[in-house]
């Protein structure tokens, strides 16, 4: 059963959800990060309790098929079910992690709770298609805002505020705000903060907007593996501005290299681009396909390997020195920048 996103919470409140699993997917991923906080205290999550809360990374789940099996066998004595999370967003793999899920849920189990976080998987996946013919799950999609749910959130943000703009300014902002609703809370999150201290018209309304607001990750880690080194490290900066967290973009860099990892073995084993792109185990947008194509001709299987060991080096930094993630993952990227220039 799909469920929106915005409705997701109601439904908790208004239902029985124990022993239910919820799957949270999409590549909307500020939206992904803000539904499973807001569900985890819903749900009254505490990861600080490890006897009833647990998190199982995609590392712990691909190391030991059975880990999930063993947290769900497990009774806890001080609350009444256990709260499950298990992230896989940076499994990019299908086949093998259905093959897991397929065994796991193969038996009944009982009091649990399981928010199970994924990124883009396309909707005719077969992992979407195994959660979907569960009874006791619930898909809960994640999608980048489309034209119509940015202009209604900017309208309601003018009404709100009083503040007028004519057509043009108003279709001038939304081409620069972010398919991503976390990069646009943090904007009007700044713009309440100005509110504060100074009444805001319209011409500094649209100065708040400015041209590089829209720092999609997807445009960023694509332009970086396309070895566009510049443009990609401009949008970096924008990323900071805009509080993109670090592990998001270096999360985004690992699928999409897994992704090319996939593709270039369907490559070397003679299976053309087209069919390889369209094999189930890899989730990728039609949109995508023409850069994908550009970057299988950049990229060779050692150099993927390498830049997947440095972004995983890299997460790891970035969370033991926040302060300087950003100059990270810069490095990272110039690292990714040495490795294109070697085919470009």
């Known amino acids: 059963m799909k469920i929106n996103s915005s409705n997701i919470l109601n439904y908790i409140q208004q239902h029985n959800v124990e022993d239910k699993i919820f799957l949270l997917y999409g590549n909307n991923f500020g939206l992904l990060d803000e539904i499973c906080k807001q569900m985890m205290e819903k749900l009254d999550f505490n990861l600080n309790d490890p006897f009833s809360n647990v998190k199982i990374s995609a590392s712990q789940f691909m190391n030991n098929e059975n880990i999930l099996i063993e947290e769900l066998s497990t009774l806890t004595v001080f609350q009444s079910s256990k709260n499950i999370l298990l992230d896989i967003r940076d499994i990019s793999s299908v086949d093998t992690l259905l093959k897991t899920l397929q065994t796991t849920f193969s038996s009944n189990f009982k009091n649990y709770k399981l928010i199970i976080i994924a990124s883009h998987i396309k909707s005719n996946s077969s992992l979407i298609k195994f959660f979907n013919n569960l009874q006791n799950c619930l898909l809960v999609p994640c999608y980048e805002e489309d034209l119509k749910m940015l ?12 503040i007028k703009l004519n057509k043009n300014e108003l279709s001038s902002i939304l081409l620069k705000l972010s398919k991503d609703s976390k990069i646009n809370k943090n904007l009007f999150e700044k713009l309440d903060l100005l509110l504060l201290s100074e009444e805001i ?6 100065e708040s907007f400015d041209d590089n607001l829209e720092t999609d990750t997807n445009m960023l880690v694509n332009s970086s593996l396309c070895g566009e080194f510049t443009k990609a490290t401009k949008m970096l900066y ?11 973009i270096c999360r985004k860099f690992l699928n999409k290299l897994k992704i090319i990892e996939t593709l270039l073995t369907f490559l070397e084993n003679g299976v053309t681009f087209e069919n390889a792109i369209s094999k189930s185990g890899i989730n990728v947008f039609f949109r995508e396909k023409d850069e994908l194509f550009k970057q ?22 970035c969370k033991l020195n926040s302060e300087l993630e950003y100059n990270f993952i810069e490095v990272a990227m110039m690292f990714i920048h040495q490795q294109t220039s070697k085919k470009l």
Request: glycine share 0%; aromatic share 10%.
């Open 151 to 162: 202009e209604s959130k900017v309208k309601n943000y003018l009404f709100k505020n009083n």
């Open 238 to 248: 924008s990323s900071k501005l805009s509080k993109i967290s670090s592990t998001q």
């Open 296 to 317: 299988t001709k950049i990229w060779n299987k050692k150099s993927v390997c390498l830049s997947i060991n440095k972004f995983l080096e890299t997460e790891i930094k």
């Open 201 to 206: 018209n319209a011409s500094i309304f649209c």
